[in-house]
């Protein structure tokens, strides 16, 4: 009898949860929907229109994008194995821990690009400048 009860109260709260969680999207569409009246049906200038309701359709999209679109997992390739996860919990300190880190991230398959879409090589000088740093900094 008591476990009917609990199951009943938990599925209120997920139930209650649920309707919260659209509080802010309510919130920011009524702050979307008085400013498009407000320069639709105030300020009815031709220029800002024609600007605003650019802006309007490129937010719209991609907040209905962020809004709707489901969180995915990464690649299996970016979890820790199991040896790495056990030796980075194990280790106490901080410095060391971040070290691991850093020389994981190394092996993965992530690149900076440059400007123009190419792949960025860092320069010898910089590297050397970046060695230093981490020299001085251990």
Known sequence: MRR???MAL?????CCRRVLSWVPVLVIVLVVLWSYY?????????????FYHAIFVFFT?????????????PNQKFHLSYTDKERYEN?????VQKQMLSDMAKKLPV?????????FIQSRLE???????RKTES
């Open 10 to 14: 938990s599925g209120g709260l997920r």
């Open 61 to 73: 999209w991609t907040y209905w994008k962020s809004i709707f679109t489901l969180p995915q997992q």
């Open 4 to 6: 009917g009860w609990k």
């Open 91 to 95: 280790e106490e300190r901080p410095e």
């Open 111 to 119: 690149y900076t690009r440059t400007g123009s879409g190419g792949q």
């Open 127 to 133: 590297r050397q400048i970046n060695n230093d740093l």
């Open 38 to 50: 407000a320069y639709v049906f105030e300020l009815c200038l031709v220029i800002y229109l024609i």
